[in-house]
């Protein structure tokens, strides 16, 4: 349940109210605003089974009009409780959050600045820390901290909205973080001993087939929390699928030498990457995601054709080399 507010002109009040009744809004209000009240502010109340399909019409009917706006609001309680019959618990829309609300919370993780660049440089010290002394707290304690899970997450929702400027900006900041993470415990693994003893490190050297299971499924479940407004699973997904020790490991394996341990987490960082992104886009193409028009609609079935292509080749791939060097 959230209250979509709407300032717009007032001639357009009626079309609003219209808009809100004729798609199951629960409830309507407005008031005017400060400026000799030309616009007015319409409060529509609407529940998650309605909500995208309240915003569609919004934006189709009055988006582009005379600077109006479109706010969504958060509802924490509403009295009285609403009650819904066995037909409207059924019919469930596709998708928990609208698609303009998964896009500003996904979106916004995806933006390449200097808290991102920070929070990698703070979480591949501790990471490699960490997996240097075998201490699984301060490795689980990086894995929550590292923020490369969220341009993963941004790349498949620009495949699934068909959404390029948002695809080449997750793409590079993805590639960001990995560089500086990579780069960072290079040099570490250059100054620092390493004992290839230490169960964390050497863990993060091995790759099978359940690590792309594992991938595939946290993947999804990332996707699967945040369509559905359960924020809170992404911290076990964090954990669960982890990008930052296995790269931190490529980087310190390399640092001090030891080339084919170096591959074997590269293999691992690489399944959790496609099978992450596969996963996600498969979610996301499941719960209904997608653009608002026709042609939007069109562009991205083309980049949903070529992303899971891709994805799906370069599993195979992967696969492929895990069972040949086993």
């Not at 293999?267 to 042609?295: E, Y």
Request: charged fraction near 15%.
């Amino acid at each position: 349940m959230k209250i979509i507010e709407v300032i717009t002109h007032k001639d357009h009040v009626d079309l609003v109210n219209n808009i809100g009744r004729k798609y199951g809004a629960v409830d309507q209000w407005h008031s005017g605003t400060s400026d000799n009240n030309e616009r007015q502010v319409i409060r529509l109340l609407v529940d998650d089974n309605h909500r995208q399909a309240v915003m569609d019409a919004l934006q189709n009917n009055i988006a582009m009009r005379d600077a109006s706006r479109i706010v969504v609001l958060p509802v924490e309680a509403t009295l009285p409780h609403l009650e819904q019959d066995e037909s409207e618990k059924k019919q469930r829309n596709a998708s928990g959050a609208t698609r303009e609300e998964l896009y500003h919370n996904i979106s916004k993780n995806a933006e390449l600045n200097n808290n991102f660049l920070l929070l990698v440089f703070l979480s591949t010290i501790v990471a490699a820390i960490g997996l240097i002394e075998n201490n699984v707290a301060v490795v689980i304690g990086a894995m929550v901290i590292a923020p490369l899970l969220g341009p993963n997450i941004a790349l498949a929702l620009a495949a699934a909205l068909g959404d390029t400027p948002l695809m080449w900006t997750a793409l590079r900041t993805n590639l960001a973080g990995l560089g500086l993470a990579f780069l960072l415990s290079f040099i570490l693994g250059i100054l620092l001993p390493i004992d290839l003893g230490s169960g964390e490190l050497v863990a993060r050297t091995h790759v099978g087939l359940d690590s792309a299971v594992l991938a595939l499924a946290s993947g999804a479940a990332a996707v699967l929390s945040l369509t559905t407004g359960l924020s809170s699973v992404l911290v076990g997904v964090m954990v669960a699928v982890a990008l930052l020790p296995p790269t931190a490991t490529v980087g310190l394996m390399l640092g001090t030498g030891e080339w084919g341990l170096a591959l074997g987490a590269a293999l691992l960082l690489a399944v959790n990457i496609v099978c992450v992104n596969l996963a996600a886009k498969t979610v996301f193409l499941a719960r209904g995601v997608k653009p608002r028009t026709w042609l939007e609609k069109r562009k991205a079935k083309q980049s949903m054709i070529t992303y899971m292509a891709f994805w799906i080749v370069s599993l195979t791939v992967l696969l492929v080399a895990i069972y040949l060097r086993k």
